[in-house]
């Protein structure tokens, strides 16, 4: 793996004995090609899944490591979200700072901007859909839209068909062979 380092020194060369010569891996570069959203942790919890999900959608692709994506994370948060989490940094020892998985991370996210009682509603949303009036194509929009909040409903593909295939309208399941 490449290392390099870079100076922080704001190109001011007065402050060259101030310099801080800090490791960057090729990873840091690639997650900025990529051109991270940031998050402001002003919108809905909508807005947090989909900073969170295409987040991840980078992680997955540039291959970083954990600490790596708690570091490029909280680089991408700005205004009330960076306030947020420098209050929730001030909170923790160096120990669980040093510890802090992607996954510690989000769930203190969540736990602030996808509160649980919305995640509960959606959970309840994906247990009781149906295809009504839907098309098809519509109810299977909504399934893998409300699946997300209930896994582990889903977690295999005879469950996802069995779930999928009791919310189908009667009309159709019974066309198709299924019992209702």
Known sequence: MTTRTRSRNNGNPENEELVNHIPIRDTENMFRKQHPPTFDGLGDPVDAEKWVRTIERIF????CDDKEKVIYAKYQ????????WESVERTMTQAQKDTLTWEGFKEKLFEKFIPECYRQ???NEFWN????????????REFNRLSRYYPQLVDTDEKKADKFRK??????????GFEH
Do not use: C
């Open 167 to 176: 919310g189908l309208h009667p009309d159709i399941a019974i066309s198709l």
């Open 77 to 84: 948060m700005v205004d009330e979200a960076d306030f947020w």
């Open 60 to 63: 997955a692709y540039i291959r």
């Open 129 to 140: 859909l149906r295809q009504e009036k839907n098309t098809v194509t519509e109810y299977d």
């Open 121 to 123: 509603k959606r959970q």
